[in-house]
T-cell receptor
Framework: AQTVTQSQPEMSVQEAETVTLSCTYDTSESDYYLFWYKQPPSRQMILVIRQEAYKQQNATENRFSVNFQKAAKSFSLKISDSQLGDAAMYFCAYRSARATNKLIFGTGTLLAVQP | DSGVTQTPKHLITATGQRVTLRCSPRSGDLSVYWYQQSLDQGLQFLIQYYNGEERAKGNILERFSAQQFPDLHSELNLSSLELGDSALYFC????????????FGSGTRLTVV
C-alpha cells in the first residue's frame, strides 16, 4: 500500500524568505500524481500544485515550486517570498494513475509566517 | 467559493444518534468523494461515487453509509455515533473518472458529545 510521510510537523519562516516543506512517499507504481494542498484556518482544502510522475520537469505555480525526485520518492514544496497569507497547514498527497481517484495524504506540516 | 457545497457547516449531536451530511458537487461534476479529517487519523478517504454508483471504498465504518442521487448530490449517513466520530468531513468532486484533480468543499464539523 502507498504511504505518504511528512516529517516536519511544524515549520516557521520569516516574511519574504523562502521555506521548503518535505514529503516522501512509498509506492511500487511507476505512474502516479503528487499534490500539495493548503488548509488555512478557514479549513478549506486548496490545491497548491501538482506533479505528474511521468514528467521530469518540476512543477511551478508562481511562488510555489516542487523538487520532485522520483528515484528517491521525494516531493518537497518550496515557497518563495513567503507572505502572511501562506500561513496554513500543508498536506502532501499521492494518487495512483491506475487505481481509483482517492488521495492518500501525509500528516501535514503547519507553517507559521513571522512578520 | 469552490463550487462544492456542504451542509451543515457545523453539527453537534449526542452519542448514539444518527446524522446526515449533504454535499452538492460542482456543476457538471459526476464524481463525489468523502473524506474524514480527525486529529488521530489525519485525512482518510471514505468512499467515492460516480454518477450514482459506488466506485471505491476506503476506511469507512459499517455504521457509515453514503449514496449519490440522480441530481448528483451525495449524502453521508453516520449512525450510532461515538465520541471518536467527531471530525471534519469533507466532500470533493471531479468531472469524471480519470480527471486528476478535484475540488473540495469547506467541510462539515461534526462534534459528538
Amino acid at each position: 500500500a502507498q504511504t505518504v510521510t511528512q516529517s516536519q510537523p511544524e515549520m516557521s519562516v520569516q516574511e519574504a524568505e523562502t521555506v521548503t516543506l518535505s514529503c516522501t512517499y512509498d509506492t511500487s507504481e511507476s505512474d502516479y500524481y503528487l499534490f500539495w494542498y493548503k488548509q488555512p484556518p478557514s479549513r478549506q482544502m486548496i490545491l497548491v500544485i501538482r506533479q505528474e510522475a511521468y514528467k521530469q520537469q518540476n512543477a511551478t505555480e508562481n511562488r510555489f515550486s516542487v523538487n520532485f525526485q522520483k528515484a528517491a520518492k521525494s516531493f518537497s514544496l518550496k515557497i518563495s517570498d513567503s507572505q502572511l497569507g501562506d500561513a496554513a497547514m500543508y498536506f502532501c498527497a499521492y494518487r495512483s494513475a491506475r487505481a481509483t481517484n482517492k488521495l492518500i495524504f501525509g500528516t501535514g506540516t503547519l507553517l507559521a509566517v513571522q512578520p | 467559493d469552490s463550487g462544492v457545497t456542504q451542509t451543515p457547516k457545523h453539527l453537534i449531536t449526542a452519542t448514539g444518534q444518527r446524522v446526515t451530511l449533504r454535499c452538492s458537487p460542482r456543476s457538471g461534476d459526476l464524481s463525489v468523494y468523502w473524506y474524514q479529517q480527525s486529529l488521530d487519523q489525519g485525512l482518510q478517504f471514505l468512499i467515492q461515487y460516480y454518477n450514482g454508483e459506488e466506485r471505491a471504498k476506503g476506511n469507512i465504518l459499517e455504521r457509515f453509509s453514503a449514496q449519490q442521487f440522480p441530481d448528483l448530490h451525495s449524502e453521508l449517513n453516520l449512525s450510532s455515533l461515538e465520541l471518536g466520530d467527531s471530525a471534519l468531513y469533507f466532500c470533493a468532486s471531479s468531472p469524471r473518472q480519470g480527471v486528476v484533480g478535484y475540488t473540495f468543499g469547506s467541510g462539515t464539523r461534526l462534534t459528538v458529545v
